[in-house]
């Protein structure tokens, strides 16, 4: 009997060992399970860390980003300025366009020298108060031109033109507006010498005296004028009195 009780108790004991080292076991394999959690929970951190690290690269690119926004509003604000700058220029070509205008407008109001294409010269009766006849030079144009010097008079077959009677110089050259006429007086003075013409030939003077191209012809009333060698012709004036002067 006693034997079998300290088997027994034997049996407990060694049942009561291998349980303790079980327990002992389960708990060192526990403590590892809950080591690897918080293992884990690193890693999982360590993994975290990388977003965050990524945040930080997300936020460094959105920095540069918004320098490179704010760089691009900088240059669009000077392409702005730069678009504001050529509309100031072309303002400016506009102010210069309207100038050129009014110059042009300028030069078209006053059109230099009369010529025979622009004026319509015809002879202008005296009425017999006086021996000189009047040239009569109309500005048929659209623009303002002047009377340079004297005209030149001659009529067929003469050897030189009438000569100019230099006393007759007006103070100013006379400006023919559209419409309006200019004179100039031929002196028939009486001499044995006399001789009458029916066409009369007048060329035009320019700004140098010297004569212009072209010519035009008028037409004597009645027999002819009667000329002689010691005709003259006068200056060209702005009106009739002047002229017979």
Request: hydrophobic residues 35%; aromatic residues 4%.
């Given at each position: ?12 004991l060694a049942v009561a060992g291998v349980t303790v080292l ?49 760089t691009g509003s900088s240059a669009q604000g000077q392409d ?110 009486s001499g044995a010498d006399k001789h009458r013409e029916k ?47």
């Open positions: 009997m006693r034997i079998r009780r300290t088997r027994r108790a034997l049996t407990f079980a327990t002992a076991a389960c708990g060192t394999n526990g403590s590892s399970a809950a080591d690897s959690p918080n293992g884990g929970k690193g890693a999982g951190s360590s993994v975290s860390g990388s977003p965050a690290s990524g945040s930080s690269a997300e936020k460094t690119a959105d920095v540069s980003a918004a320098k490179e926004g704010k702005a300025s730069g678009t504001s700058g050529s509309s100031g220029a072309s303002g400016g070509n506009s102010g210069g366009s309207g100038s050129a205008s009014g110059t042009s407008g300028a030069a078209a109001a006053k059109g230099g020298a009369c010529t025979t294409g622009s004026v319509k010269i015809s002879l202008a009766d005296t009425g017999g108060t006086l021996p000189a006849v009047l040239l009569k030079a109309t500005n048929a144009s659209g623009s303002s031109c002047d009377l340079y010097g004297f005209p030149t008079v001659g009529y067929p077959g003469a050897q030189s033109a009438i000569g100019a009677n230099e006393h007759s110089k007006p103070q100013a050259v006379v400006t023919l507006a559209p419409g309006k006429s200019g004179y100039a007086a031929i002196s028939l003075p066409v009369l030939t007048i060329g035009l003077r320019g700004r140098d005296m010297g004569p212009i191209d072209g010519q035009d012809t008028v037409t004597a009333f009645g027999s002819g004028i009667a000329l002689t060698d010691s005709s003259m012709v006068t200056y060209w004036q702005s009106d009739e009195a002047a002229a017979l002067q």
